[in-house]
């Protein structure tokens, strides 16, 4: 078996031995001092290169030109070479004539035959271009280079812009603006140059700077705001394109939208902030990481997270083991830190993600993390400080918030048992304020050869509980070194750590809030020391004696190799690596009443590896004046490998810190690892007309290593067009600057999991520990990826004056041969589910996104963005089955039904003041909101002073709340039932009207009889506003703080308010342990709010 | 050499990595794997495996006991929350129903395995009795729980086909059990076929099977702590959790039956303890403490039952006595006179099986054919058995 890695390292060698090959064809010297030299632009001063190791110097051309100007025979070569040439005629004069012909000669001699005696040089910058500089003599006196120095600022508000590039073109040498969008560029060679600017989000500007030796030249912007987006460089899987050239949304989120903002992690980066994105916090747990969704759902079995690459490496995007204990899982995708990253791509659809492969159905998530700039190194240095905080827990009219807010005193359930916590806090209430602290630093610059961005960060955050907390903390390294025109080579690395303390949440017997909601019903009642005539005095704190942590070493590390000189021909290539190990441990210590008098510990070790190898070579060429060609192939292979361990140890011999050999019963109750290899490869090819109509085809190839034996390669199709209407020199619409129709029509798929596809067994034991088989899955050696096909439409355009953005699009997808787990009869001996390819799902949507300035003026901008999502996810021809995700959870698919939704029993005369009438087979809800509303502000105030908010609505959604069902009953302590109970025990002692305003709901929901309840009656609709985040960001004047560049002030309030009807303790959380797809509110604590006060500062 | 020839290069050595697609995953065992005779003897001990966790949840966690008189419900569970109320749904049993028909499958399976796998020496194999046996409990496990049968993704039939195929399998275990020399199993089977038999009404043969087993003997279903999966979860459900009481049944007046171990739990303050639920006072079985606990299949003392019911049945209520009387001293319990009518002796020889099958899993069919003789009124008004389960009927085409 050839190994994987081998193959990698042979490709890696063949790209980066290419350019030294053939040296034997090249002269060993530069040319004479008679004829141009050949340099390299560097940060100091031009430096000679060995012009056998630039391709573009080697290229083979012919010429024929008896009599030319060196202006015609300049573009000539061009015409040949792609190389393209920059000059003033103050260095050298273009008529001057030539007269060259030759066959098969190389680009170097070519040049200089032509520029022979001319006086200038060849100065090559690494994006292809040459300039010819005035020749100077290396024996004279050497003249230094001159400094160009300015401020790059808001046309309409003459507010500075912080990170804009400032680049002379052609070449390497350029910045990036500080917080005061001043920049300096150091080490110009004389002359006169073209410098630009540029900035997401303004309108690009350039003009011409001459340059003097030993002197500083200003040069100054005002850009002006441009919502148009066209001529973004977004990262496709064939490379950078233009997004004039995409006929399908790509979304980008820069890092100017997230920092100012209370972003904690990558998780709260795509809250809010762009359509097609759900994101569910899941749990009021640090650390805990929350449900992401690009376009719904288009999958039952296999997942609907989005893939996801950071810096060109594919990244697990799956969570961590769920904690025994916390019932809640930390997201990898959450590793990367806010501070570091540039900005966010989402592509969200399979007519989108095509060209990615197998598993990309679900969406694409790309993150480029921040790179160094060539210039004196820049450090950026933030520290945050706040505290977490949950207000009133549970339903309004409760005044003890579950006796969270209050568990002091003496307490009278409504069954009339009166009991005491003896461990409540000295504060009355459970709840406190968590300490938060986040600290980043970063520094970055370089040369023009390398650049480097070094960065660290650590945050701490404690819980709104007596347990519970998040720590993490890492470092990253992102190298970019270019050893020669048009080659860049990459190194990013990043290491995290992380650790998380759990509390006891969610369905289980030591839940925080189980046991304190319940009142005298907790399994905490063997507490002392309660006034006198307490007939239950509980001692709840013993609860957070149980200790449960993750912790997680995520390191990612990526090399690329990238080829894009001036010319026909680019390429990239990337090796990636991406390792994850996590630590899940629980521990139950001696005398842990009720459950573990003796103590028991449970613990998983776990790591995974994921493998990228990624190579994509395009080729662009003209065919005629109009059209131009580009023809992309690239290869993919994904390995990815999972090794776990969990472990158990019960009955200690008393009191002490357990290992798992501390037990009297130990064992290893499973064991996993198993390694998954998808591989493919795609063609593509883009016809662009006049650069305003593109068309584009493209075929993917995959073959995985779960497909069933007789399943083969798999092929997705795709095809597109992209049409910027408004470069036509018709186009005078009015207040509609520009505007590109678009449309898309593509396959991916999703794979099944390793073994999927074949009949085993698993190893048991029985016997008292004898081997033993028994059944584990029917298999299915036809099993195939299930396939999704989407057609997309939608326009971008800008409107008044180029200041509003509007982008809409409109999908469809298709899901066919989608993976069910299909039942088998049990008589035949296998009980697990089989995956099929025997669904049909179907799934459409709109995006809208709006956003712009709506008022800008010197002292007051207003900006706004609004984002609206409309998703339906119907399940379609299922075969006639039900499929069951969560029984417990009442979550089913049927067909004609929302992708995953609630059935079971309903009150069909829910506010009848009758006994209720029951379905005992409704249509509840749908589990998934289907209406998602953004808006979001800016506001500057003289120029100094920004307050940003985001808001979401979620509409449409559902959740079973079981809390609801459980304390209604079993402990009686849900307070909106107990009038109805009250008057429920009345009609029970014999009040026959005591019923007569009590609705059938009602009467369902708060039933005393054990046999009437159902956890279908709680299933409620979930719709909510969310303030999200207000930020108001104070930018100190640089005079106010010495030495340094600039510096802010920022005071950020996260999740601050929530409007909802639904009656338990949030609308987003899920007992996630549970099930992954359903969603279930039993006993989990709801999410908190965050206030905190940043320092940021550069020097 | 060109930078643009480094591309079908780079390619090819991508394209060849590609190629080994091949899955390592060395946790599951596929299914060829185990037709060699040194799989066999895990094999058989995935049928004992299968057929211990099909009975530990039944009894545990899926409230078999509250389908009956043996338990009441405490919990919160769903299913037990029906069977207290009389109602058992194919959704309800889902759970036990496949377990059960697992452990069949399995067994059945295993035999034609075994068969394929040893050729001649099938029958000198001594886990072929073994297998056997396991064939035959868990097809009685079905038949006196199940109100129809269905094998092997067929038709349903009458629940009596589990029986009839038990009393094969036993015979079967019994024959080569008895070629090699393996007492305990001669004596297991001939147990398991008397129980069969006298379902099937054979009671001449059940009678014959009966006097043949030492009123001592007992053949358990294994359960250890050795991994959660062989835990005896009615142990579990009791004794780590409260999920089912003997509060409210015959057996809590009975505190000093050895056969019917219980005992109440108190609160700190001297309450008594509720179950789960929060309001059914916790009164805790001591048959199974630990989760190691095994769970009889066949026991001698239901010989003698099943020898004083043939007895009753035939109208001789002091012989009756004499084999009730026998199966008392086992547990060294007093004897008891002969009944005055027999509707007395009926409702002795009831207590009796109850007492004597306690939490085995064996009373739903005591209770369901002496309802349908109209001897005891305990199903009056409530299901009687386990319908199929509703995994079964949405996939089997044969019962659609």
């Known amino acids: ?1099 | 050499m060109r930078l643009t020839s480094i591309l079908p290069l780079a390619l090819a050595g991508l394209a060849c990595a590609a190629c080994d697609l091949s899955v390592t995953n060395p946790g599951p065992v596929q299914d060829d794997q185990l037709n060699s005779p040194a799989a066999i003897p895990a094999l058989v001990n995935g049928m004992s495996g299968d057929l211990s966790f099909a009975l530990g949840n039944f009894l545990g966690g899926d409230g078999g006991p509250v389908m009956t008189d043996e338990l009441t419900h405490s919990g919160n569970f769903a299913a037990p929350n029906d069977y207290e109320s009389g109602i058992i749904t194919s959704t309800d049993v889902d759970p036990d129903y496949q377990n059960m028909q697992r452990a069949r499958w399995v067994a059945e399976d295993g035999l034609r395995r075994m068969q394929a796998v040893l050729g001649t020496d099938f029958e000198s194999n001594p886990n072929t009795p073994r297998a056997y046996l396991y064939a035959g409990f868990a097809n009685r496990l079905l038949g006196e729980n199940m109100c129809q049968a269905v094998i092997d993704g067929g038709p349903a039939q009458s629940d009596s086909v589990y029986f009839q195929r038990a009393e094969s399998s036993f015979t079967r275990a019994y024959e080569t059990a008895n070629a090699q020399g393996n007492t305990t199993i001669v004596n297991a089977a001939l147990a398991g076929r008397a129980s069969v038999r006298a379902a099937l009404g054979d009671w001449a043969g059940a009678v014959d099977d009966a006097s043949r087993v030492p009123a001592t003997f007992v053949f358990y279903a294994i359960f250890s702590l050795n991994s959660s999966r062989e835990n005896n979860d009615l142990a579990n459900q009791t004794h780590v959790r409260r999920e089912m009481s003997v509060w409210g049944t015959p057996w809590a007046a009975t505190n000093a039956d050895p056969r019917t171990p219980w005992d109440t739990v108190f609160t700190s303050s001297g309450k008594v303890q509720t179950g789960n639920d929060g309001t059914t006072k916790f009164f805790r079985q001591d048959k199974y403490v630990l989760l190691s606990d095994d769970i009889p299949l066949a026991k001698g003392t239901e010989m003698l039952l099943i020898r004083a019911e043939a007895a009753l049945r035939s109208g001789d209520t002091t012989t009756m006595t004499n084999f009730i009387n026998q199966e008392r001293d086992v547990y060294g319990m007093a004897p008891v006179p002969v009944p005055a009518s027999m509707d007395d002796a009926w409702a002795l020889l009831q207590f009796e099986r109850g007492a004597v099958l306690w939490l085995e899993g064996r009373r739903l069919w005591d209770l369901r054919r002496w309802h349908a003789e109209g001897t005891n009124h305990f199903l009056d008004g409530r299901d009687t058995c386990m319908p199929i389960g509703a995994s079964e009927l949405a996939s089997n085409p044969n019962l659609q």
């Open chain 1, 1 to 1099: 078996m050839r190994s994987p890695g081998m193959s990698w390292l042979i490709a890696l060698l063949v790209l980066l031995a290419a350019p030294a090959a053939g040296a034997q064809q090249w002269p060993d010297t530069q040319p004479t001092v008679h004829g141009p030299r050949f340099l390299l632009a560097s940060s100091s001063s031009p430096v000679p290169v060995d012009v056998r190791r630039v391709a573009v110097l080697r290229r083979r051309i012919a010429l024929d030109l008896p009599d030319a100007s060196l202006d015609e025979a300049l573009a000539a070569i061009t015409a040949q070479s792609g190389l393209r040439f920059m000059y003033s005629n103050d260095v050298m004069r273009p008529s001057g004539r030539v007269h060259i012909r030759a066959q098969e000669i190389t680009v170097a001699a070519a040049l200089t035959e032509v520029l022979m005696d001319a006086g200038v040089d060849v100065v090559l910058s690494p994006n292809g271009q040459a300039m010819l500089t005035r020749h100077e003599d290396p024996r004279a006196p050497r003249r230094q280079n001159g400094v160009i120095v300015g401020t790059v600022v808001d046309a309409a508000t003459h507010e500075p812009i912080a990170t804009a590039t400032v680049v002379i073109e052609g070449t390497r040498l350029g910045t990036m603006t500080n917080d005061s969008g001043q920049y300096r560029i150091p080490n110009v060679p004389p002359g006169t140059v073209t410098l630009s600017a540029r900035r997401i989000g303004y309108a690009k500007q350039t003009q011409s700077v001459t340059v003097t030796a030993d002197r500083e030249v200003r040069a100054d912007f005002a850009l002006a705001r441009s919502a148009s987006a066209l001529e973004q460089v977004v990262i496709t899987a064939t490379g950078e394109t233009r997004n004039r050239e995409l006929g399908n949304a790509v979304s980008e989120i820069d890092s100017a939208s997230i920092s100012r903002a209370p972003v904690n992690d990558v998780q709260d980066i795509l809250v809010g902030r762009t359509s097609g994105v759900t994101v569910l916090g899941n749990s009021g747990q640090p650390g805990a990481g929350g449900t992401i969704r690009l376009r719904g759902v288009n999958s039952i079995s296999q997942g609907n997270s989005p893939i996801i690459y950071v810096d060109g490496v594919r990244i697990y995007n799956g969570s961590t083991g769920t904690s025994f204990t916390g019932r809640q899982t930390t997201l990898p995708l959450n590793d990367i830190d806010a501070s570091d990253i540039d900005h966010v791509e989402v592509v969200k659809g399979p007519a989108a993600t095509t060209l990615y492969g197998t598993e990309a159905s679900g969406g694409v998530i790309q993150i480029f993390t921040k790179h160094g700039t060539a210039g004196r190194p820049q450090w950026t240095v933030g520290v945050t400080q706040g505290f977490n905080n949950v207000g009133h827990v549970g339903p309004k009219g409760d005044p003890t918030g579950m006796f969270l807010n209050d568990c002091s005193g003496v307490h009278t359930s409504a069954t009339g048992v009166t009991f005491q916590d003896i461990t409540c806090p000295a504060s009355g209430s459970w709840l406190r304020n968590g300490y938060v602290q986040q600290y980043n630093a970063s520094v970055r610059g370089g040369t023009s050869d390398v650049t480097y961005y070094v960065a660290g960060n650590y945050e701490q955050e404690a819980g709104v509980l007596p347990e519970g907390g998040n720590k993490n903390g890492g470092v990253r390294g992102n190298v970019t070194f270019r050893p020669a025109t048009g080659f860049e080579l990459g190194l990013n690395t990043s290491f995290t750590q992380r650790h998380v303390d759990w509390f006891a949440d969610g369905n289980q017997g030591q839940s925080a809030l189980l046991n304190i909601s319940r009142g005298a019903s907790s399994s905490f009642k063997l507490g002392t020391g309660c006034a006198s005539g307490v007939t239950v005095c509980l001692n709840n704190a013993e609860l957070f004696d149980a200790t449960s942590f993750t912790r997680q070493h995520h390191y990612i590390t990526g090399f690329s190799a990238k080829y894009d000189a001036e010319g026909p021909f680019s390429a990239r290539l990337n090796l990636g690596y991406d390792y994850d190990d996590y630590d899940l441990q629980t521990e139950f210590p001696f005398g842990f009443e009720p459950s573990f008098p003796q103590g028991e510990l449970l613990g998983a070790v776990r790591n995974r590896t994921l493998l990228t190898a990624d190579f994509a070579a395009n080729w662009k060429q003209g065919i005629g004046r109009d059209v131009l060609s580009t023809t992309s192939i690239g290869a993919q292979m994904f390995d990815n490998r999972y090794r776990s361990t969990d472990l158990q140890t019960q009955n200690f011999a008393g009191p002490g810190i357990p290992v798992f050999n501390s037990g009297a019963l130990t064992g290893i109750t499973g064991a996993e690892n198993s390694r998954v290899i998808n591989a493919g490869f795609f063609a593509q090819e883009v016809v662009a007309w006049r650069d305003r109509v593109f068309v584009t085809g493209g075929l993917r190839v995959d073959g995985n290593s779960a497909f069933g034996s007789s399943f083969g390669l798999q092929a997705y199709p795709k095809v597109s067009v992209a049409y910027v209407m408004s470069d036509e020199s018709w186009w005078h619409v009015p207040f509609v600057r520009s505007l590109k129709l678009r449309g898309a029509l593509g396959e991916s798929g999703k794979a099944p999991g390793a073994f999927d596809a074949v009949r085993t067994w698993s190893a048991v034991a029985a016997e008292d520990g004898q081997p033993a088989f028994t059944p584990n899955q029917i298999g299915n050696p036809n099993l195939g990826p299930e396939r999704t096909r989407e057609i997309e439409g939608g326009f971008d355009l800008t409107t008044a004056d180029d200041r509003v953005t509007i982008n809409a699009t409109y999908y469809a997808q298709h899901t066919f041969d989608a993976l069910i787990p299909v039942t088998y009869p049990a008589s035949l001996g296998f009980t697990s589910t089989q995956l099929e390819n025997v669904g049909e799902l179907r799934n459409k949507g709109i995006e809208l996104t709006a956003s712009g300035d709506i008022f800008r003026r010197e002292n007051f901008t207003w900006n706004a963005r609004l984002n609206y999502t409309w998703v339906k996810s119907t399940a379609g021809d299922l075969g006639g089955r039900t499929i069951t995700i969560e029984s417990l959870s009442r979550t089913f698919v049927k067909e004609g039904y929302p992708v995953p939704s609630y059935f079971g029993y309903k009150v069909t005369n829910p506010d009848a003041f009758a006994d209720p009438i029951i379905d005992s087979s409704a249509y509840l809800g749908a589990t998934f909101p289907n209406q998602i509303i953004s808006p979001a502000m800016t506001f500057t105030l003289w120029k100094n002073l920004t307050i940003d908010a985001i808001g979401e609505w979620q509409l449409g959604g559902h959740l079973l709340n079981a809390t609801a069902y459980q304390n209604a009953f079993v402990s009686q302590t849900w307070q909106p039932c107990f009038s109805v109970q009250e008057k429920i025990r009345a009609f029970q002692a014999g009040d026959a009207n005591a019923l007569d305003d009590v609705t059938a709901l009602q009467r369902a929901r708060c039933t005393l009889d054990g046999s009437q309840r159902d956890y279908a009656f709680w299933v409620e609709p979930t719709d909510f506003f969310k303030l999200r985040s207000v930020t108001v960001t104070y930018a100190i004047p640089p005079r106010l703080v010495r030495g340094i560049q600039n510096a802010s002030l920022s005071l950020s309030g996260r999740n601050l308010w929530t409007s909802t009807k639904y009656s338990g303790t949030d609308p987003e959380v899920a007992d996630i342990a549970t099930n992954s797809f359903s969603r279930r509110d039993y006993y989990v604590f709801p999410t908190y709010r965050t206030f905190t006060a940043t320092l940021r500062f550069g020097f």
